[in-house]
């Protein structure tokens, strides 16, 4: 039965070799979301995918619809390989984990346009000489909020009451911040000016990197909150998490 090619840009979040000669990536489109695709005898001659089959490499797919879900790659055209990546082990685990983050959030075939252009302008910005600690930050307080999981920040979770200035705490597994009445003594301590950092930070747009300073407490605070939500909603831990250092 002929299938007519389709075509799709896409990013390649894994690559496995499978049997002697043939690959198969992970991939994740603006359309279709997370798609499996074969390249078969793609180890043999690199001649139809050329340089395309390497992880954060993003490229326009043509594809046909192979047995099951698997897409049948039949040539891909590079859009941009993001060598600079590789030279570096920190940049390179950290986008390792983005795309991991991404692979374990979204179901298959999910389409998600505004998660697609937050990972590849993280890449970006990781492959540009960004700077880690804002670039870890802003790529998981912006994919929580844009999967729905963001906690309450600026006002407490169970009494609603909003905060002016006094001293918080945060839970993300109770909702988020907490006044100190609410809070008893389990949650985290945090400043009122970090919560109110990361909301601020969530008015710009999701793909815009440039342009971010953040105070050495902001990060370390933050970066307990982002762990705590993330923990509270991922499936698993995040296996390349181990080759990130948060400070
Ligand atoms: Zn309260």
Redesign the pocket.
């Known amino acids: 039965m002929a299938h007519c090619p389709q075509r799709c840009e896409a990013i390649v979040l894994r690559h496995t070799n499978y049997g002697e000669a043939d690959i198969i990536l992970t991939l994740f489109t603006a359309e279709f979301g997370l798609q499996k695709g074969f390249a078969r005898a793609a180890r043999k001659s690199r001649k139809r995918f050329g340089a395309v089959l390497d992880p954060f490499t993003q490229a326009v797919f043509q594809w046909t619809s192979g047995r099951g879900d698997l897409w049948l790659l039949q040539e891909a055209d590079l859009v941009n390989s993001r060598i600079g990546l590789r030279s570096d082990f920190q940049r390179l685990a950290l986008a390792s984990y983005g795309s991991e983050l991404v692979t374990l959030l979204l179901e298959d075939e999910e389409p998600h346009l505004t998660i697609y252009e937050l990972l590849f302008s993280f890449l970006d910005y990781l492959e540009q000489g960004g700077q880690l600690k804002i670039a870890r930050l802003l790529f998981e307080l912006r994919l929580i909020y844009l999967l729905g999981y963001m906690p309450h920040l600026l006002h ?1 979770s ?2 609603l ?1 909003i905060f002016s200035e006094e001293s918080i705490r945060f839970d993300s597994v109770r909702g988020g911040s ?2 100190l ?2 809070a008893g003594s389990m949650a985290l301590d945090v400043e009122l000016g970090t919560v109110g950092t990361l909301a601020r930070s969530l008015k710009v747009v999701h793909h815009r990197f440039n342009g971010f300073q953040f105070g050495e407490k902001t990060i370390r605070e933050a970066g307990l909150i982002l762990d705590q939500v993330l923990h509270q909603v991922l499936p698993r831990e995040p296996k390349s998490r181990q080759f990130l250092t948060r400070e």
């Open positions: 407490c169970e009494c009451k907490l006044c009445d609410c």
